[in-house]
């Protein structure tokens, strides 16, 4: 079965965005972000929430477009509503038993891109196998945690550090068994 793959910026407070959804503290280019577009290549399916997939509109992203052009997308959402959906993008109900329907069918990892609620939601259910921190050299303060309102207690191991020249360092973590 395929890992669902929680590889997301993050500050060193544990944000993945500061107030207003604001990203422009984080490394935005070099060697790192190099590494992490070229990790996005090995994914085909993409998990996120509404909220995450909203939050493209702002860079340019169509609303029912994928974000990702070589990812099939599913966006959690028991709200959004977008009347036309490319084929590469669904909207899911949050739902354990689609996640792990996804996990099932997929033929590669699974990129959960952005976090915050949804990504705390798939923790309290046991649902992420590995952390990719992009970890940027820089404390946020406020904005959107992590994993949201979460408050599930899990053990990771940290199985690779990279390290990179601008500060910015990618940390692997694997779920404790």
Known sequence: ????????????????????????????????????????????????????????YQFGLQPGQPAYPHM?????????????LSEQVQIEKLS????????????????????GQFAGWLLENGLIDQLKLKLNPVVLGSGTKLFGSSTANENWELIDRESFSDGLQILTYDKKK
């Open 72 to 84: 099939h997308h599913h966006i959690f959402s028991n709200s959004l509503a977008i009347d036309s």
């Open 1 to 56: 079965m395929q890992k669902i793959i929680y590889y997301v910026a993050s500050s060193l407070d544990g944000y993945i965005a500061g107030k207003d959804d604001d990203v422009s503290q984080f490394i935005l280019q070099g060697e790192g972000v190099d590494k992490y577009q070229s990790d996005l290549a090995n994914f085909e399916t993409v998990i996120m929430g509404r909220k995450t997939y909203e939050f493209g």
């Open 96 to 115: 354990v038993s689609r996640v792990e329907e996804i996990r099932e069918n997929a033929t590669t990892d699974i990129y959960l891109c952005g976090g």
